[in-house]
């Protein structure tokens, strides 16, 4: 019989109640509201997003990375995995709870991602980042977006501010010639992907692993 679920931390965020939950010695979830956020056993997509954004990266001495969403960190440990130890990675994370779980009980599960020394935490909304670095002379090489819901039917063409048409915009003038944006999807969009060529992406769609629960990792590069 499965071990029942047990909440080891909690706190009332603007969107809700966020909780970290375990069960036996590794296996965590986090939710909102009650709504999975996120889940230890299946982090597929997260090690696809930061392995496959990092392997489409232009040669740099020094790439700069940045990735919206902490989660539980395994999109950052991917991502680190795949760096050179020259590299530097910016997290922006909305919520500092989270900084803290994964410092403190989820930091086995990533071997300590987050006090890598090339990592840096941001506590902002990561459209905030984008917005700004659009419009600074450096750049970043990756943009790997993780958040809790990736684009959709339903999304605003236009005013989503990470999916929709301007912010698209924002994001690749926040990336070096031949830059990666990579995100996570339940499913295929074509509006998403539409609007992703129009603000100047080349597009690669990925559906990892076999069988169960695929969701789409869209990894598109810059044009020059």
Known sequence: MAQPWQTIDKIDTVDGLLELRKRGA???????????LMNSSANRSEKTLGAQACAALPVRPKPRVL???????????????ALPASAQVVVSELNPITVTWCRGPLAE????????SRVSVVIDDVSKVIAAASVKTEKFDA?????????????????????????????????STGGVFA?????????FEKRLAKAGFV????????GGLRHVVYVARKSA
């Not at 979830?29 to 009650?34: A, E, M, T, V, Y």
């Open 26 to 36: 590794d296996d965590f979830l986090i939710l909102i509201n009650n709504r999975v």
């Open 67 to 81: 990735i919206g969403g902490l989660g539980m960190g395994l999109t950052l440990r991917a991502t680190l995995d």
């Open 109 to 116: 599960l990533t071997n300590h991602a987050v006090d890598d």
């Open 143 to 175: 943009i790997i977006i993780d958040l809790y819901e990736g684009p959709h039917a339903k999304t605003d063409a236009r005013n989503d501010p990470f999916y929709g048409s301007r912010a698209l915009e924002k994001t690749a003038a926040a990336l």
């Open 183 to 191: 995100v996570w999807g339940e499913n295929p969009d074509a509006g």
């Open 203 to 210: 597009i690669e769609r990925l559906r990892p692993g076999k």
